[in-house]
């Protein structure tokens, strides 16, 4: 019901557009073709989502999102006086918790976070900083691996692939004991002795 009545509305005000504003609303109708628009404004996503494995596309929606809560912040930040206390210390804060994320290379300034893109995130999760790490060849590989508990973060065994990894978190990624590919990997190096075989 509600949207037969926007739609009469709309038509009653199209019906009231006559000389010029409607040669002018037709001309802008023609230049853009709706179709197109639709497919090239989805192209960039269709494209993360393909490079990084992303399997559910909720995720690019999410970390969409929050690059732009962060945008809005860093707007509202800039808009205080460079010597306001609260604006020191929450950008001080804001720069510290991307940078240990690690989407941004370093926590000196805001232009960094004003500038953070979907795939900042992308390459935080767990998958592709397994290939990044040379623990695979492919992000799809590396999601295969973390699904069937081949991964641990510390002691902790890791089944989810889009898991945002922090720069601390990195260095604590590893094999899990028992897992067949790990020792593959060590029987193929020579390194496998006979405690890694009994495990």
């Not at 950008?91 to 918790?97: E, G, S, V, W």
């Not at 945002?164 to 190096?189: A, F, N």
Request: charged share 30%; net charge positive.
């Amino acid at each position: 019901v509600f949207f037969f009545f926007k739609q009469k509305t709309a038509y009653e005000i199209s019906a009231c557009l006559v000389g010029s504003e409607m040669c002018i609303r037709d001309r802008l109708l023609k230049k853009v073709n709706f179709f197109n628009w639709k497919k090239e404004n989805n192209s960039h996503e269709v494209a993360v989502v393909r490079r990084y494995h992303l399997q559910d596309r909720e995720d690019y929606t999410r970390y969409n999102k929050i690059c732009g809560i962060i945008t809005k912040m860093v707007n509202k930040l800039k808009e205080l006086p460079d010597n306001d206390q609260f604006r020191i210390k929450i950008t001080q804060q804001m720069l510290d918790k991307l940078f240990n994320m690690g989407l941004i290379k370093q926590n000196s300034s805001l232009v960094e976070c004003a500038k953070i893109p979907v795939s900042a995130f992308c390459r935080r999760r767990l998958a592709v900083v397994l290939q990044r790490l040379k623990f695979t060849e492919t992000i799809k590989e590396a999601v295969t691996f973390i699904e069937q508990g081949h991964i641990r973060i510390g002691t902790d065994v890791v089944t989810d692939p889009s898991l945002l990894v922090t720069r601390s978190m990195e260095d604590h990624i590893t094999w899990v004991d028992s897992s067949s590919i790990k020792k593959k990997i060590l029987k193929y190096q020579n390194k496998l002795d006979d405690y890694d075989m009994l495990a």
